[in-house]
């Protein structure tokens, strides 16, 4: 993607380091290796986002947005005419896409740092542990399922998801994955029933 010169300069960067973490990771990424690939030196890095881990986090959050079918899995959930397992389902379509696998690979180097170098990452370790939990929370309240039994199966589910994922950049067994999340599916529905009803 060229240049655009209308873009202010820490979204050049942003979009440009985006672009840089999802082909190369970070694990071995310095500011001065950055810098010299997108155009730019470390002091300029440091000056508009302040670390290296604030870039790291912000990185992903600019990647993140690049994956709209990934953002498309919350927006099925919340699709209230249609019975949840079926809603699961098709939402774990969405997060298991082909394209998405770039963003799973490098969001699964940075988990792996940060829970590694503790203190370094707290705000993106913040952000996974409750920005999917929290959406998919909300889906259920929304399907009638109270607190605290919400969050609970929604936790579940965001485990079973983090995990699925992991299985799929690791052994790339699509199938597998999608028999794991259906019967998985089938039996959060139940209970989502249960507490609603009860």
């Not at 030196?41 to 790291?56: D, Q, T, W």
């Not at 379509?93 to 940060?114: Q, S």
């Not at 996974?128 to 605290?148: F, K």
């Amino acid at each position: 993607m060229p240049d655009s010169p209308d873009l202010p300069e820490r979204d050049r960067l942003l979009r440009l380091t985006a672009d840089y973490v999802l082909e190369y990771g970070v694990a071995e990424m310095t500011l001065r290796r950055l810098g010299q690939a997108i155009g730019t030196n470390n002091r300029m890095l440091l000056y508009y986002f302040g670390s290296k881990e604030e870039l790291i986090s912000a990185a992903l959050v600019e990647a993140g947005g690049r994956f709209l079918i990934l953002a498309r899995a919350f927006a099925i959930l919340d699709e209230q005419d249609r019975p949840l397992a079926e809603r699961i389902m098709a939402a774990w379509d969405a997060v298991a896409a082909a394209e998405n696998l770039p963003f799973h690979r490098t969001f699964f180097e940075v988990l792996g740092l940060a829970a590694h170098r503790r203190g370094r990452f707290d705000a993106f370790l913040g952000s996974v542990g409750s920005d999917w939990r929290d959406q998919v929370a909300a889906s259920l309240h929304g399907s009638g399922v109270p607190e605290p039994a919400a969050s609970d199966l929604a936790q579940e589910l965001v485990a079973l998801w983090r995990g699925l994922q992991l299985d799929l950049i690791t052994s790339g067994d699509r199938a597998a994955t999608d028999r794991a999340n259906a019967a998985a599916a089938r039996s959060l529905a139940e209970r989502a029933l249960a507490a609603a009803v009860g």
